[in-house]
């Protein structure tokens, strides 16, 4: 599998329609960001459970912002349509392999759940910032 391009027009398809999806968001004046490209790609073709995008930050402005992306690369994981995980600047191949295994081996009915009491108890005004959650 290799990459998809991530454009404001197909973003929310994406997400909405695939368990797992990873994005790489770069811009090609960025070096750092160029150089993590090769790795990016080769683990894409390790995991094609995942759909992988890359977001061109300079192309999809309007994405970016809504993603709050304010340095790049950026790396982000969604498993159906929930971000579970997001860290700015390049990492290496085995923290990719890493992260792609352990947001795949999520119970996602539990991780909904958590989501669920964490914001009922803002809600409710009780969220203390100090979770007990079993990860």
Known sequence: MSTTEITQDNVETIL???D???LDCWAAWCGPCRSFAPTYEA???RHPAAVWGKLDTEAQPEVAQAFDIRSIPTVMVFRQGVLLFRQAGALPASALDEIVG??????MD???KQIA????AHAEG???HDHD???
């Not at 352990?102 to 119970?107: N, R």
């Not at 009491?117 to 009922?120: I, K, P, S, V």
């Open 16 to 18: 909405g329609s695939n």
């Open 110 to 112: 539990e991780v909904r």
């Open 126 to 128: 009780r969220c203390d």
């Open 102 to 107: 352990k947001v795949q081996a999520l119970d």
């Open 133 to 135: 959650h079993d990860h």
């Open 117 to 120: 009491e964490h914001e009922q």
């Open 43 to 45: 683990a894409s073709e």
């Open 20 to 22: 797992m999806v990873v």
